[in-house]
């Protein structure tokens, strides 16, 4: 199956390593043509909820509107 946006293989790449990470299971179906699905883990849903969890927090402060000069008031620094 074609996405839009992604080549195959990036895609067949990506899935690759998130197998190896834990984060998908691939499942495998001996059909002709030959069937692939991806499901999330326990650790995959698990990740999945912390970065639902992330966009909800940048969703809040973005419409909170604070300004640049506002947050760099601390003088943050980035460190190597």
Do not use: C
């Not at 839009?4 to 691939?26: F, H, N, P, Q, Y």
């Not at 990740?47 to 639902?52: E, K, M, P, R, V």
């Amino acid at each position: 199956r074609r996405i839009d946006g992604i080549s195959a293989t990036s895609l067949s790449e990506r899935l690759a390593g998130l197998e190896k990470r834990g984060i998908v299971e691939r499942m495998v179906y001996p059909e002709t043509p030959p069937r692939v699905e991806y499901i999330m883990t326990k650790k995959g849903w698990e990740f999945y909820n912390l970065l639902n969890g992330f966009a909800d927090w940048a969703s809040k402060w973005e419409q909170e509107n604070v300004s640049h000069q506002e947050v760099n008031q601390f003088n943050f620094r980035q460190v190597n």
